[in-house]
């Protein structure tokens, strides 16, 4: 049984950092990604990471997020810098089990936290 559990959701303002994190228990050699949902709006990609550290951004977070993993504690980070209202979002940590997959996809992430607010005050 693979549980993910995300921490680190907040409120900040406009041009803050929030780091987020996510810790893996169970089967812990997964591909990694965070997704958020905004409120009215479907679920996006925002980063991965593979098990062997290349990572993947969406266009809207590139230069802004970080995302990294401290395989030794299970765990992934996402750092987020020069925050804007439009990132304001539930949080979703996600694993996938095929590990040199090349898909972001939603639909082909086997595990999912239960995700962390963040909100962005303009």
């Known amino acids: 049984q693979v549980q993910l559990v995300e921490s680190g959701g907040g409120l900040v303002q406009a041009g803050g950092s929030l780091r987020l994190s996510c810790a893996a228990s169970?089967?812990?050699?997964?591909?990694m990604g965070w997704f958020r949902q905004a409120p009215g709006k479907e679920r996006e990609f925002v980063a991965g990471i593979r098990f062997g550290f290349s990572t993947y951004y969406a266009d809207s977070v590139k230069g802004r997020f970080t995302i990294s993993r401290e395989n030794a504690k299970n765990t992934v980070y996402l750092q987020m810098n020069s925050l804007k209202p439009d990132d304001t979002a539930v949080y979703y940590c996600a694993g996938r089990a095929a590990l040199h997959s090349s898909s972001w996809s939603g639909d082909d992430m086997d595990y999912w936290g239960k995700g962390t607010l963040v909100t962005v005050s303009s």
């Open positions: 169970g089967r812990t050699a997964l591909a």
